[in-house]
C-alpha cells in the first residue's frame, strides 16, 4: 500500500503560480512512477503529468507543457508540480497517482485531491 497526501492547492489568479505537494508513506517511494491528475466540474479526469521513479522520464499533457514542471525528491518522499502562468482552465481538483510503471493512464494508489481555483 501506498499512502498519498496532496497539499498546496488554493485561489490563484490568472497568469499566477501554485506549486502542489503530495507526501507518499507506506512502501518505498523511489520504486515508483508517480503522476499528477485533474478532474474540473462535469469532465473526466485527465492525466497533467508524471515522472518515473529516478526522474529520468517525464511525461506531459500538451495543455501544460512549457507551464508545469513535475519534479521528485526521493529523500523526502514526496512529488511536487509547480504550476505557473495558471489559467482559468486549470482550475480542477488536482490528484496525485502511484505505479510501479510510469504512463498517462492507469495508476494503482490515489491521494484525495486539492482542489486549484484560478480567477480570471
Known amino acids: 500500500q501506498v499512502h498519498l497526501v496532496e497539499s498546496g492547492g488554493g485561489l490563484v489568479q490568472a497568469g499566477g503560480s501554485l506549486r502542489l505537494s503530495c507526501v507518499a508513506s507506506g512502501q518505498t517511494f523511489s520504486r515508483y512512477a508517480m503522476a499528477w491528475f485533474r478532474q474540473a466540474p462535469g469532465k473526466e479526469r485527465e492525466f497533467v503529468a508524471a515522472?518515473?521513479?529516478?526522474?529520468?522520464?517525464?511525461y506531459y499533457a500538451d495543455s501544460v507543457k512549457g507551464r508545469f514542471t513535475i519534479s521528485r525528491d526521493n529523500a523526502k518522499n514526496t512529488v511536487y508540480l509547480q504550476m505557473n502562468s495558471l489559467e482559468p482552465e486549470d482550475t480542477a481538483v488536482y490528484y496525485c497517482?502511484?505505479?510501479?510503471?510510469?504512463?498517462?493512464?492507469?495508476?494503482?494508489?490515489w491521494g484525495q485531491g486539492t482542489q486549484v481555483t484560478v480567477s480570471s
Open positions: 515522472i518515473s521513479y529516478v526522474g529520468s522520464t517525464i
Open positions: 497517482a502511484a505505479d510501479r510503471n510510469i504512463g498517462r493512464g492507469h495508476y494503482d494508489y
